[in-house]
């Protein structure tokens, strides 16, 4: 398993900007597909976007598509999500999960080593 620290989340207004980061340890980064979820409150988590081992393919959820842009940095062992106009129904925490091998995915079983999540919250 890796570990993966996200950072990026904060406060914005409705149509801003964020960009999030994970970082995973290890040496294996590049063998794993990526992916971002978020859990607000009183909700279950949920699929935003994945990204292939080496960054060919990308899948995102309906809410975020168009909006969101899902990439990697395999030499940094770095993902990243940048959300561009922010709505204030994307307030969550938002997490970073690695799946070891396989296809992309978008089901939270699909991935085995989490982040602890980092806070993004759109004010109206």
């Known amino acids: 398993q890796v570990q993966l620290v996200e950072s990026g989340g904060g406060l914005v207004q409705a149509g801003a900007s964020l960009r999030l980061s994970c970082t995973a340890s290890?040496?294996?980064?590049?063998?794993?597909?990526m992916g971002w979820f978020r859990q607000a409150p009183g909700k279950e988590r949920e699929f935003v976007a994945a990204?292939?081992?080496?960054?060919?393919?990308?899948y995102y959820a309906d809410s975020v598509k168009g909006r969101s842009t899902i990439s990697r940095e395999n030499a940094k062992n770095t993902v990243y999500l940048q959300m561009n106009s922010l709505l204030p129904e994307d307030t969550a925490v938002y997490y970073c999960?690695?799946?070891?091998?396989?296809?992309?995915?978008?089901?939270?079983?699909?991935?085995?080593?989490w982040g602890q999540g980092t806070q993004v919250t759109v004010s109206s």
């Open positions: 999960a690695a799946r070891p091998g396989g296809g992309l995915a978008s089901k939270i079983f699909d991935f085995s080593s």
């Open positions: 990204i292939s081992n080496l960054g060919f393919n990308t």
């Open positions: 290890g040496r294996t980064f590049s063998t794993y597909v």
